[in-house]
């Protein structure tokens, strides 16, 4: 496994790279939304046992730091001073923004978010209004989640960031844990990034962050998954493409039209795996009714 993740981690040249896009993009015509059929949704709702729900979003980041140089703002309006020890009724109000696609917190990338060579996903032109926009998923995506654990597999904590996940990793950590990714699935990936971070403490991760090799989309797009998430943003940096910086999200999201979830924490859901024993579960994920939006922040709810 060592030497085949140093092979693999080795940079990719800007011509490797659209090789490895053309023929990801060539594989999956119907896209990543297309496999969320009802009956792989029945099925999933099928293997809920005990009931137990688990958040896999991070608390919303509110304080800046060098991960969250434009925090979310979030203010009380009302009551005013005094007015809550008033007789009678009184509500309270507040107010909340986001950066949606900041570096923090746990947030879903639309269809609409990665322009390719002056193209969306399925070779829609950037500058058509409103085309894959957030909508296409107003009615929620809901399905078989997988979580791989990969500092699991390498016996560490977690992974350094700069540190890249290989395909090979990825199926070395589905037969280790005893799991299969199918199609249709919703895969998350975890490298650790939460538990690094509440250790350590934030850091600026446009500098430095672990995530997947660009190699590493083969898997996903083998298995016919639905979904890419992970803790961190599936991304590694520095990138293994130097004149491109989120390879990852050019492959998922633009080459294979995967719904991606950037930022999201696996560390209460991770023990509730190793001692059901499964890695397996239904996944609801609900982002918000903003129709020409390009993301949306998001508590996806992992039931076991």
């Not at 719904?259 to 999201?264: P, Y």
């Amino acid at each position: 496994m060592a030497s085949e993740r140093f092979v693999s981690s080795r940079p990719l040249s800007e011509a490797g790279f659209r090789d490895l896009y053309r023929r990801l993009r060539s594989r999956v015509p119907g896209g990543g939304a297309g496999r969320l059929t009802p009956e792989r949704v029945v099925a999933a709702a099928a293997e809920v046992g005990c009931g137990r729900t688990v958040s896999l979003a991070a608390p919303v980041e509110t304080r800046s730091g060098p991960d969250s140089p434009e925090p979310a703002t979030h203010r009380m309006t009302a009551p005013a001073p005094g007015e809550s020890d008033a007789p009678g009724l009184v509500f309270a109000r507040d107010r909340f923004a986001m950066n949606v696609h900041g570096d923090v917190d746990s947030h879903l990338d639309a269809l609409c978010h990665v322009i390719f060579d002056g193209e969306l996903y399925g070779g829609v032109p950037a500058s058509t209004a409103g085309a894959l926009t957030l909508d296409l998923v107003r009615d929620g995506i809901v399905g078989r989640g997988v979580l791989l654990d990969i500092p699991r597999l390498r016996g560490v904590r977690w992974l350094e960031p700069g540190d890249q996940v290989t395909a090979g990793e990825l199926a070395a950590a589905e037969a280790a844990q005893r799991t299969t990714v199918g199609p249709g699935d919703l895969l998350f990936v975890r490298v650790g990034h939460r538990l690094r971070r509440r250790t350590l403490g934030p850091w600026d991760v446009s500098l430095a962050r672990a995530g997947l090799h660009p190699t590493a989309m083969e898997f996903p797009a083998e298995r016919g998954v639905s979904v890419l998430g992970s803790d961190g943003n599936s991304d590694a940096a520095p990138s293994a493409v130097p004149t491109i910086g989120f390879p990852v999200h050019v492959l998922a999201v633009n080459a294979l039209g995967l719904q991606l979830l950037d930022w999201l924490d696996f560390e209460e859901l991770l023990p509730v795996c190793e001692r059901q024993g499964r890695w397996h579960f239904l996944c609801v994920i609900a982002p918000l009714r903003l129709p020409a939006a390009t993301g949306s922040p998001v508590n996806p709810i992992a039931v076991l």
